[in-house]
């Protein structure tokens, strides 16, 4: 799989956004989490939150759910400085090499939960703060009898769209073509929700190819983006 993020759905324990699978913490990214998460953090809380009080501005609000290593959404960051970003992750090395990212290209419009979104999305966004949802190539879990573990499922997608303002977006990207099929059905059920392309939308500008990907197209692999707004 193409990131660490590792989307999970259990019906008997409820939704949740991955599976925990920590990996190795190197040095840099042990400091990064310890010196800069206190700073570009926000503390997962059961408590609503003024996201313009947290970002100093009354800005367009992007959540990013299961950021990988953060090395699209920094740069996504960095094309759209005007947007503040709300990059949500579980896992620790992850964490600490976007927090290491943004020390070192300077990025004011990031800030990182460190926690399960689905409990960030019931727990502390309020409803109606979001201008978009980012959520690029979560695990397809391609074996069948695994497909009910995968995140774009209608239960989550209604939990989400609460939080999203009435035309705000969202965007998924994945190169497993089933899932994608999937996503489009999901998403298409839902009666708030208008594709603004005719099925797979073309990749927008904001959204930087990644190694992986870039790979994948070389190899002939499909790669599908779907963007939907609230009617």
């Not at 009354?58 to 990988?68: Q, R, T, V, Y």
């Not at 939960?113 to 703060?129: K, Q, S, Y």
Request: charged letters at 25%; a positive charge; hydrophobic letters at 40%.
């Amino acid at each position: 799989m193409n990131t660490d993020n590792q989307p999970k759905i259990s019906h008997l324990r409820g939704i949740r956004s991955f599976v925990l699978r920590q990996g190795h913490l190197s040095a840099a990214q042990e400091r990064a989490v310890s010196e800069l998460l206190p700073i570009y953090g926000i503390p997962y809380q059961k408590q609503l939150i003024d996201l313009n009080k947290i970002f100093n501005r009354n800005s367009d609000k992007i959540l990013e759910i299961g950021f990988g290593m953060g090395v699209a959404t920094a740069e996504i960051a960095q094309r759209l400085p005007e947007k503040d970003f709300i990059a949500v992750e579980v896992h620790t090395p992850g964490v600490g090499n976007l927090l290491k990212l943004i020390e070192e290209q300077q990025l004011n419009n990031i800030r990182i939960i460190h926690h399960d979104a689905v409990e960030v999305i019931n727990d502390m966004l309020p409803d109606g703060v979001l201008d978009g949802v980012h959520i690029f190539f979560p695990d397809p879990w391609h074996k069948k009898r695994h497909n009910k573990r995968r995140l774009i499922q209608t239960p989550f997608v209604q939990k989400l769209l609460p939080k999203i303002k009435s035309g705000g977006y969202i965007h998924l990207a994945t190169d497993w073509e089933e899932y994608a099929q999937q996503m489009l059905e999901v998403l298409s059920a839902e009666s708030d929700l208008s594709n603004t392309a005719r099925d797979f939308a073309e990749k927008p500008n904001y959204r930087p190819e990644t190694k992986f990907e870039a790979r994948g197209k070389r190899l002939g692999h499909g790669v599908w983006d779907l963007l939907f707004r609230k009617k």
